[in-house]
């Protein structure tokens, strides 16, 4: 069973960056788009955006102009490059296939955004 591991989570302030790292333990990037999640206490997990296998990707509106995923085949690892952080995209970050997320969850790095 693939394993999805995500890393480069922490606190930083408002304005400030973050590069959050997947990597699998398989290769699934080569033959699934990857998409990045995120859940933020006490709301439900929602998408971020999602890398297809083209290395095109596709944002929601709240994180556009900020966040840019790019994917390295080689690694199996997608990333996830936040930048002018706010104090909503405090949450856990989850990576997982796109549309479907066919893996299990991996345990997701925290992002929290305060001053």
């Known amino acids: 069973q693939v394993q999805l591991v995500e890393s480069g989570g922490g606190l930083v302030q408002p304005g400030g960056s973050l590069r959050l790292s997947c990597a699998a333990s398989?290769?699934?990037?080569?033959?699934?788009?990857m998409g990045w999640y995120r859940q933020a206490p006490g709301r439900r997990r929602e998408l971020v955006g999602f890398?297809?296998?083209?290395?095109?990707?596709t944002y929601v509106e709240s994180v556009k102009g900020r966040f840019t995923i790019s994917a390295d085949t080689a690694k199996n690892t997608v990333y996830l490059q936040m930048n002018n952080l706010r104090p909503d995209d405090t949450a856990v970050y989850y990576c997982n296939t796109w549309p479907t997320e066919r893996l299990s969850w991996g345990q997701g790095t925290q992002v929290t955004v305060s001053s």
């Open positions: 890398v297809t296998n083209e290395g095109f990707a």
């Open positions: 398989e290769d699934v990037f080569s033959v699934s788009a």
